[in-house]
């Protein structure tokens, strides 16, 4: 996988990269293609408001690599699903 940006040591020890992203051990975030392509598709659900954010983040929490809540959900469609190519 392609690297997206390089951290500063230490930068995550008291936060986690993106939801959808994985830090490796030099310190770069990388995407989770299969996380990412599902936050994509409930980003255009509750866009299209068929379903609210809770339910998406028991979907995602279920069906992905790490679990998020639905404020975290919320907070994370503020950015690009797809931070390296802003889409």
Sequence with gaps: SK?????PNGFFK???PPFGYELTE???IIPIEDD???????????ENRELGLR???LYLSSKCSRSIS??????RLK????????S
Excluded at 36 to 46: F, G, K, N, R, Y
Excluded at 70 to 75: A, F, I, K, T, V
Excluded at 79 to 86: Q, S
């Design 14 to 16: 008291m936060y986690k």
């Design 26 to 28: 030099d310190n770069n």
């Design 55 to 57: 339910d998406c983040a």
């Design 70 to 75: 639905h404020e975290g959900l919320r907070q």
């Design 3 to 7: 690297s997206i940006a390089r951290i």
């Design 79 to 86: 950015m690009p699903v797809r931070l390296e190519d802003g």
């Design 36 to 46: 990412l392509d599902m936050l994509q598709e409930v980003a255009e659900l509750i």
